[in-house]
């Protein structure tokens, strides 16, 4: 009695070890499959958005076409992408492009921008985006009207 017993609990022990150890090694597979290739458990839509992306990319998304960068309207010259890349995430490039300063109040601008609505510290790019604006935004100089030089002047005659 006690010997066949022991030969069940034995059996079951074996057959308890026989399931860890297939567990081990499923679980082993599937580790080693994950570490080949990550991708491998997830769908093939994720995979599909690379494939997007590379599509806008030769699409050219910084396309320039007569001297103007075609997705912001800026003027095409030095500086460019600095100033694209700093000043059209939170308003439109329209709202540089009609404001013509100078040097000093495109400066003042920026700062009051930077202490009012979280415009992020511009380090070295400060310099250029100022350089680039001046140089292709000048102000334009709308002062008084001009003298009129064109006119016919009539004499008032008495009556
Ligand atoms: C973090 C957001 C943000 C960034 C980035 C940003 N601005 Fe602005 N800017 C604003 C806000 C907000 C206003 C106010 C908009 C309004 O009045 O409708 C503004 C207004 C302006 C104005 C109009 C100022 C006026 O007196 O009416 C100009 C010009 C301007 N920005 C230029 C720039 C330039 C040049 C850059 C790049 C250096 C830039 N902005 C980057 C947030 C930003």
């Known amino acids: 009695m006690k010997n066949s017993d022991f030969r069940i609990q034995v059996k079951a022990f074996y057959a308890f070890l026989l399931v860890c150890i297939s567990l081990l090694v499923l679980l082993s597979i599937v580790i080693l499959l994950y570490n080949s290739n990550p991708d491998i458990f997830y769908s093939k839509k994720e995979i599909d958005t690379k494939d997007y992306i590379e599509v806008s990319k030769d699409d050219n998304?910084?396309?320039?076409e007569n001297g103007i960068h075609i997705r912001t309207g800026f003027k095409e010259g030095e500086g460019l992408m600095e100033?694209?890349?700093?000043c059209t995430n939170c308003h439109s490039a329209q709202l540089v492009i009609q404001n013509?300063?100078?040097k000093e109040r495109w400066e003042e601008t920026i700062h009051w921008m930077q202490e009012t609505q979280n415009l992020?510290?511009?380090?070295?790019?400060?310099?250029?985006?100022?350089?680039y604006l001046v140089t292709n935004y000048p102000p334009v100089k709308k002062g008084r009207r001009t003298i009129l030089s064109t006119v016919e002047w009539y004499n008032l005659e008495d009556e």
Do not use: S
């Open 61 to 64: 998304y910084d396309k320039i």
């Open 83 to 86: 100033t694209v890349n700093n």
């Open 100 to 102: 013509r300063m100078n």
């Open 120 to 131: 992020w510290d511009l380090g070295d790019n400060e310099a250029i985006i100022i350089n």
